[in-house]
C-alpha cells in the first residue's frame, strides 16, 4: 500500500533548470549541454555536489565552478549558472500536491542550496513567496544544503523515509533525473522519471488509482 508520494523539486515541482542551461549555452556560443557535462563530471566531489551539501559557500562555488568550466575549454562563471536555477512552478503539480496530501503523506527530497538569498535563487520576493508556500504543503523536507548529504546518495531517501515514518516499498518518488531515481528504486520504492508534467501526472494516477486533474476543492 502506498502511503506517502515523495517529490523532486526542480523539474519536477518546476520546469527543468536545464532548459535554461541551453538557453544560455546557445544565446553565449557554448555547446549544448556544457554546464551539464561539468555537472556530470567527479559527480561526488565536484563544486556543485559540494555546494549542494554545504562544503563550500556560494562564493567558493563561483570561482571553482569557473575552473571546471575553463579546464573543459570555455569560460563560465558559477555565478551565472547559479542565476539560471529558478523555474516556474507547475500549477498542475501543486494541485496534484493538494489532493494526495487529503488522505496520504507527501514529501520533498531536494538538492539545493541556501545562502542569504534563500534556497530558490527566485528573481522576485513575490516568486519567492510562492515557492514557499508549495513548500509549505510538504508534511517533510529533506534539502541537501541542511542535511549536509544530496541525491543519489541512499542515506538521503532513508531519513526522508524515517521522517515521514514509513517503509521505502510505501513510497512512490518522483524525479526528473534517472540518476537519482535508481537509489530509491533499490530500496524498495516505486519510481516515476518526470519528463514532463502530463506524463507525471498520466504516471502517477495509474499508481495511486486516483484523479489528479481538475480543481483542488478544500
Request: include cysteine; charged fraction near 30%; hydrophobic fraction near 40%.
Amino acid at each position: 500500500m502506498i502511503k506517502a508520494v515523495l517529490w523532486d523539486f526542480g523539474g519536477v515541482i518546476t520546469t527543468s533548470p536545464f532548459e535554461a542551461f541551453n538557453r544560455f549555452e546557445k544565446a553565449t556560443g557554448l555547446p549544448e549541454n556544457f554546464i551539464r557535462s561539468i555537472n556530470a563530471a567527479n559527480p561526488e566531489t565536484n563544486a556543485w555536489a559540494q555546494l549542494e551539501s554545504s562544503q563550500i559557500s556560494v562564493n567558493e562555488f563561483d570561482i571553482m565552478f569557473a575552473d571546471e568550466a575553463l579546464a573543459r575549454g570555455h569560460e563560465v562563471r558559477g555565478s551565472q549558472v547559479l542565476a539560471l536555477l529558478s523555474g516556474e512552478l507547475r500549477e498542475e503539480m501543486v494541485n496534484a500536491l493538494r489532493i494526495i496530501r487529503s488522505d496520504r503523506k507527501i514529501g520533498c527530497i531536494t538538492n539545493n542550496i541556501d545562502n542569504e538569498e534563500g534556497p530558490f535563487m527566485a528573481s522576485d520576493r513575490d516568486k519567492t513567496a510562492r515557492m514557499n508556500e508549495v513548500m509549505d504543503l510538504f508534511d517533510v523536507v529533506i534539502e541537501s544544503s541542511k542535511v549536509g548529504i544530496r541525491k543519489p546518495d541512499p542515506e538521503i531517501y532513508k531519513l526522508a523515509c524515517r521522517e515521514m515514518e514509513i517503509d521505502p516499498t510505501e513510497a512512490i518518488f518522483l524525479d526528473d533525473l534517472g540518476i537519482n531515481l535508481k537509489p530509491a528504486r533499490e530500496l524498495g520504492m516505486t519510481t516515476i522519471k518526470v519528463l514532463d508534467a502530463k506524463q507525471a501526472l498520466d504516471d502517477l494516477e495509474v499508481e495511486l488509482g486516483i484523479t489528479l486533474r481538475g480543481k483542488f476543492s478544500s
